[in-house]
């Protein structure tokens, strides 16, 4: 098995265009399990969608991760003067979003924040 097949299934998210200036997110990457709900049985679980963030010094806001997206929405956050963003991947049936957003402490950065793991390939 390649290793691009085993991060695919294990859910590890590979951004190499972020590397040079990454800045690690305390608590950046989640991934588990929760109980079952009422209409579950006991043997079924939901599975908590990977979250993953990245914090670039970047004067752009969208930077090239190799994927293409639609923009779906942007608001205002009461807690930073500047707009949050929201992307879905644009290959049909992928259910990976983005949130891009400057850092309200340091405009010069930009966190964005990644949900769930791409079922294809990168485009790049």
Known sequence: MEDD???TIFGA???PVYRANEVAVPGGARSHFEGPS???SGRERQLVQERVAFKTKSQIEILDD???WRKYGKKMVKSSP???NYYK???DGCPVKKRVERDRDD???VITTYEGVHTHKSNS
């Open 5 to 7: 097949d085993a991060s």
């Open 13 to 15: 998210v590979h951004n």
């Open 38 to 40: 009422d209409n579950e």
């Open 66 to 68: 190799g994927f293409k």
């Open 82 to 84: 500047n707009p949050r």
């Open 89 to 91: 991947c644009s290959v």
């Open 107 to 109: 405009p010069g950065y």
